[in-house]
């Protein structure tokens, strides 16, 4: 599903030059659920920005389901993000003047999909994350669980090939943060491609396999026995 | 364009930051009503002008003899030039196609007397074309005709005020009136829009009254309108050949001013149309100066709300917005509060000249109004300056990286 190669990033910091990744080489098949792990600094985010297509990549190859991610431009990146990619955020990044199902339903909205149509994908997924009843509560009215819940619900809506979860439980308490890994695992199961980054062992167990990034390189690469949400709640 | 959700954000967006939108909205909403105000009132004044003059057709040439102010051709200064009938003939077969309406004029002092009632007027003596010259207005009867000309009928057509003085409540049409002791039929009563003091005129034939007078050919002036469809170069060439003619005619120098006086409205119009246009050229300018402080103050608020929501900006370009998307929901929203704000100040302004207009008793100031074509370019003003307003946070919302919306750690 992601082929990487040799994958260089550098940033301009003034005069200094700052080299975040080193020559990256990973990959991931459909159906994994992947944990990129490392302490900050250690160019998790920027590897996840670059496979997100929120950022280029100086130098490698980065494909995505057959299609080669290069030369994008602002209008074809967004084309890309909304068909291939789902994004899960640590701070959810809902819509705050817009309902749980008004905010499922944007990506779709990006999509052209026609009103009606819509809204009935976005009060579906939000039954698949057990929120159905929450469909016109504006996001202030709802629990950080629930918020992220809602996250996940569109981030699946566009029905991506990848979802990236960008931290998904570090706004969270443990409790809540399990019942949203249970929530991830769950849509893992059904056959989805799900990469985490994440700093906490915990959350990087209950993933198949986990990626250690350090000082811009991968130092481990592991595939792991699942530890089930389930069992934690 | 008429994507509801993108109606339903800006909606969203304006309802959570009422008083920020409220005060942007003012500058241009203030701009636009001062805007019809002044171009109200320009219009009021050029209508006042106008109506100063409506009681002669606006293409009216007056011909006015005087005493000749330079010796010239064997003659002395301050000889007293006298019009007459051959002029008129002789203007009539030399510009058969630069005049419409031609008529003599011979002012002379009477007593009426109706019954027991007398009084004293002007009777003015002319050709049946003066009807057109001044706007004569009939009310009954008719006015003089070839006929009464021809046969120096006495007859005479008199003015409201005068029917008022000599026959009160009786009715006038047919019955007789002695001026100065002769008696004349009275065949028509006029009215003029221009003020009360021609209505108290009286109008006779000129050839009854050159007969009376001498049985001369003598005329006092020379009343004329010109070829409609010209322009003011046209109509002023016009009379300078007029001039050029009768000058040479009366062997007046060319260069006298006193002897041979021609008045031509053409030339008064384009005065006013001079001063008025550029009452509006100054109004527009002024307002334009208003309306970019108006524009700059939405451009700025634009800056502001694009900078708020640049999370939600790089949300939405992370969940798959295209760059001209964003564009489009920034524009539109400058567009929109432009627009209406802009409308609200049209609507207030036009309904305060509509109410006060009215009002207003001076005679130089009348009707204040704006017409359609103000309306219709003040809304396409405010459509553009919402644009341009607009462009640039929105080029500027357009560059914000959805990397952002990531970065909140």
């Known amino acids: 599903m992601i082929q990487i190669k040799n994958l260089h990033k550098s940033y301009k910091m003034g005069s200094n030059s700052l080299h975040v990744l080193k020559g990256i080489d990973f990959s991931v098949e459909e159906g994994e659920l992947v944990a990129i792990m490392g302490s900050s600094g250690s160019g998790k985010s920027t590897l ?105 619900a569109r981030a699946m809506a566009a029905e991506p090939k990848v979802l990236l979860a960008d931290e998904p439980t570090g706004a969270l308490d443990s409790k809540t943060s399990y019942e949203v890994m249970e929530l991830i695992q769950n849509i893992n199961d059904e056959g989805n491609t799900i990469l985490v980054v994440t700093h906490e062992p915990d959350i990087a167990d209950m993933c198949k396999r986990i990626v250690h990034l350090k000082d811009g390189v991968i130092v481990e690469d592991k595939k792991v026995k699942q530890v089930r949400a389930s069992e934690h709640v | ?83 007459k009938n051959d002029d008129i003939e002789y203007i009539r077969k030399s510009f058969p196609d630069d005049f ?124 004329l309108t010109y070829n409609s469809s010209y322009d003011l170069t046209k109509a002023l060439e016009f009379s300078g050949r007029l001039e050029t003619i009768l000058k040479r005619r009366h062997k007046v120098a060319p260069k006298d001013q006193g002897g041979i006086r021609i008045w031509n409205y053409a030339e008064a119009f384009s005065d006013i149309s001079n001063f008025t246009g550029i009452l509006d050229t100054g109004a527009i300018f002024v307002v334009m100066l208003l309306l970019t402080a108006g524009i700059v103050g939405i451009g700025n608020i634009m800056v502001f709300t694009v900078k708020e929501r640049t999370k939600e900006i790089g949300v939405r370009k992370a969940l798959g917005a295209k760059p001209i998307q964003i564009i ?62 607009g462009l640039l946070p929105a080029m500027k919302a357009a560059k914000i990286k959805p990397i952002v919306a990531l970065n909140d750690k």
């Open chain 2, 100 to 223: 419409e309406n031609i008529s003599g004029r011979m002012f002379r002092r009477t007593t009426a007397r109706y019954k027991s009632e007398t009084g004293s007027y002007t009777v003015q003596a002319v050709h049946p074309d003066f009807q057109v010259i001044e706007k004569t207005i009939i009310t009954k009867g008719r006015f003089v005709n070839t006929n009464d000309l021809v046969s120096g009928a006495k007859v005479a057509v008199i003015g409201r005020k005068v029917k008022e003085d000599l026959f009160k409540e009786e009715e006038a049409l047919g019955k007789f009136v002695e001026f100065n002791g002769l008696p004349f039929r009275v065949i028509g009563i006029f009215t003029d829009d221009g003020d009360d003091n021609a209505e108290r005129g009286i109008l006779a034939p000129i050839s009854t009254y050159q007969r009376i007078y001498s049985n001369t050919d003598d005329v006092d002036q020379i009343a």
């Open chain 2, 1 to 83: 364009m008429f994507d509801r959700d993108i109606w339903v954000e800006i909606f969203n967006s304006i309802k959570n930051n009422k008083l920020r939108t409220f005060l942007t909205g003012f500058s241009v909403g203030w701009g636009i009503f001062i805007l019809v105000l002044l171009l109200g009132s320009v219009n009021g004044m050029t209508n006042g002008f106008h109506s100063q003059f409506n009681d002669d057709a606006t293409n009216s040439i007056f011909i006015r003899p005087g005493s000749t102010s330079i010796a010239y051709a064997g003659f002395e200064a301050e000889r007293r030039i006298q019009l």
């Open chain 2, 328 to 389: 489009k929901l920034v524009l539109l929203e400058s567009v929109f509060i432009t627009a209406l704000s802009g409308f609200m100040g049209l609507f207030i302004a036009s309904g305060i000249l509509a109410v006060v207009g009215p009002l207003i008793e001076a005679p130089a100031f009348k009707n204040p109004s704006v017409d359609f074509s103000t309306i219709l370019i003040s809304t396409i003003i405010l459509i553009i300056a919402g644009f341009f307003a």
């Open chain 1, 48 to 152: 996840l920005n670059i496979l997100g297509m929120l950022d280029n990549p100086d130098s490698g190859d980065y494909v995505l389901d057959g299609v080669p991610i290069e030369n994008l431009n602002e209008t074809k990146a967004a084309q890309y993000r909304n068909k291939f990619l789902g994004f899960i955020f640590q701070s959810f990044n809902l819509i705050n003047y817009k309902n749980a199902m008004e905010n499922v339903a944007l990506p779709l909205y990006y999509q052209k999909v026609g009103r009606k149509e819509r809204q009935e994908k976005a009060v579906n997924y939000l039954s698949r994350v057990g929120l159905k009843d929450w469909a016109t509560h504006l996001p202030s009215e709802l629990s950080g669980g629930q918020k992220q819940r809602v996250a996940i």
